[in-house]
């Protein structure tokens, strides 16, 4: 961890998800599923020492993706996440 007690971190990645669920309209209630779909993830945030191997970590993520579904068109989430982790250094 080094001798500082705070220190930035950033992160970023690609990913690929699945959406299931189910479809409600009047009268009809179908399970639905995606084809899979792609997207991406970046966050940032401190690491904060709080002992000889350990850190809070807290950050925010902010993600988007794309997921096509085979009747029903695409659906495009997209998320903020605010977090708070402990990391424990071996």
Not at 11 to 30: A, I, K, M
Not at 38 to 50: I, N, T, Y
Not at 81 to 90: E, I, N, P, Q, T
């Amino acid at each position: 961890m080094g001798r500082h007690r705070i220190r930035p971190w950033l992160q970023g990645g690609f990913h690929n998800h699945r959406v299931e669920g189910r479809l409600v309209r009047p009268h009809e209630v179908r399970g639905v599923a995606s084809d899979g779909g792609g997207g991406f993830e970046v966050g940032g945030g401190l690491l904060l020492r709080v002992g000889e191997r350990m850190s809070l970590s807290p950050g925010v993520r902010y993600g988007e993706g794309n997921v096509p579904f085979p009747h029903e068109g695409r659906m495009r989430p997209r998320y903020l996440v605010a977090d708070l982790g402990l990391v424990v250094g071996f």
